[in-house]
């Protein structure tokens, strides 16, 4: 094995081969991020609004997609909706869809979490005012759960982001398959692999400390 070179990684390189992956990527996270959040908040108030059909079918879904691997979901989703639906998706749509879905029992958790989080005596409050169940929930507690467990959210968005590499398993055109690419077009494999664990780790290790810090600025505001 030679000495390891990196010098084909010239800016031409990243534009020709990474950064069309890089901007998927990002594009997928922020999509399933928030779509994930909106669909994952339904899903928490479902599970706690006390009536058993919708908490059942609610608890099943979230408990279902968070005891199978990722990867799996990705397949199952990229093979068989195709099937039912008579016509292909497409790597990239069917990646965004499936990320959707699959966060968004994550999601639910974190947020269900911070509605519990809320004293229940402002939700008292906002009925004692004449508030009913969902102005209750819209103007007085999803706005403190959101604020209280926005930290978490965004590290499981982080993970969401790491996450996003197993698109490779459907073909999907991603910052890994970038990298995959730029490395066999070289013959530069492993140069090419390095750089992308370093690219990765550069992007998550910084979002993990701007999280923090918004930690500390939250746990300041309490």
């Known amino acids: 094995?030679?000495?390891?070179?990196?010098?084909?990684?010239?800016?031409?390189?990243?534009?020709?081969?990474?950064?069309?992956?890089?901007?998927?990527?990002?594009?997928?996270?922020?999509?399933a991020m928030v779509g994930g959040i909106v669909l994952g908040t339904l899903l928490a108030l479902m599970r706690l609004s006390g009536k058993p059909?919708?908490?059942?079918?609610?608890?099943?879904?979230?408990?279902?997609?968070?005891?199978?691997?990722?990867?799996?979901?990705?397949?199952?989703?990229?093979?068989?909706?195709?099937k039912?639906?008579?016509q292909p998706l497409g790597a990239e749509i069917s990646a965004i869809i499936t990320f959707t879905l699959f966060e968004a029992?994550?999601?639910?958790?974190?947020?269900?979490?911070?509605?519990?989080?809320?004293?229940?005596?402002?939700?008292?409050a906002g009925y004692a005012v004449g508030m009913t169940y969902p102005q209750t929930m819209q103007l007085i507690v999803l706005p403190q759960a959101f604020r209280n467990m926005l930290p978490v959210l965004l590290t499981q968005t982080i993970i969401l982001f790491q996450d996003t590499s197993l698109v490779y398993a459907i073909g999907a055109y991603d910052l890994l398959k970038g990298f995959e690419v730029a490395g066999k077009n070289f013959n530069r494999p492993?140069?090419?692999?390095?750089?992308?664990?370093?690219?990765?780790f550069v992007i998550c290790f910084s979002l993990s400390m701007l999280v923090r810090r918004l930690q500390k600025k939250i746990a300041i505001i309490r």
Not at 5 to 30: A, E, M, R
Not at 105 to 124: D, F, L, N, T
Not at 190 to 200: K, S
């Open 1 to 31: 094995m030679g000495a390891l070179d990196f010098s084909f990684l010239s800016w031409g390189v990243i534009q020709s081969f990474v950064l069309k992956g890089f901007l998927f990527s990002l594009q997928l996270t922020l999509i």
């Open 53 to 82: 059909w919708l908490e059942i079918p609610a608890a099943a879904y979230v408990n279902t997609m968070r005891s199978i691997p990722l990867v799996m979901v990705i397949l199952w989703f990229f093979l068989l909706i195709p």
């Open 84 to 86: 039912l639906l008579g």
């Open 105 to 124: 029992a994550y999601y639910s958790e974190i947020m269900r979490a911070g509605i519990q989080s809320v004293p229940r005596g402002q939700v008292y």
């Open 190 to 200: 492993v140069e090419t692999y390095l750089v992308a664990a370093v690219i990765y």
